[in-house]
């Protein structure tokens, strides 16, 4: 059983950065693949960023691409998501999320991900 806890969420300014942390623990995190997802006001839980287990491989979805980086610390078992460029449109609450998966690829659908932390909450101000 692995478990999740996300940090790093907060009150920013439109064009600034965040980073997030998710503290991974209860598993050979190595094993698995980790994602980001996030939940806007009223809006369904989305992609955000996944990385293969051991980090060669990263996915985006389209309204982060290229100001979200998301990265891994295995021997920390930490993944991170760096945040620039930050937008009104990204307040939402960020999930982390963990798949067993020992392929090289990085699974993007909700469905597939196995454990999940409690979020964190991210506001960017306009």
């Known amino acids: 059983q692995v478990q999740l806890v996300e940090s790093g969420g907060g009150l920013a300014q439109a064009g600034g950065s965040l980073r997030l942390s998710c503290a991974a623990s209860?598993?050979?995190?190595?094993?698995?693949?980790m994602a980001w997802f996030r939940q806007g006001p009223g809006k369904e839980r989305e992609f955000v960023a996944g990385i293969s287990r051991i980090g060669g491989t990263t996915y985006y979805g389209n309204s982060v691409r290229g100001r979200f980086t998301i990265s891994r610390d295995n021997a920390k078992n930490m993944v991170y998501l760096r945040m620039n460029a930050l937008k009104s449109e990204d307040t939402a609450v960020y999930h982390c999320?963990?798949?067993?998966?020992?392929?090289?690829?990085?699974?993007?659908?909700?469905?597939?991900?196995?454990?999940w932390g409690q979020g964190t909450q991210v506001m960017v101000s306009s």
């Open positions: 999320s963990a798949k067993l998966f020992l392929g090289v690829g990085v699974p993007m659908a909700e469905a597939e991900y196995d454990y």
């Open positions: 209860g598993g050979t995190v190595s094993w698995y693949a």
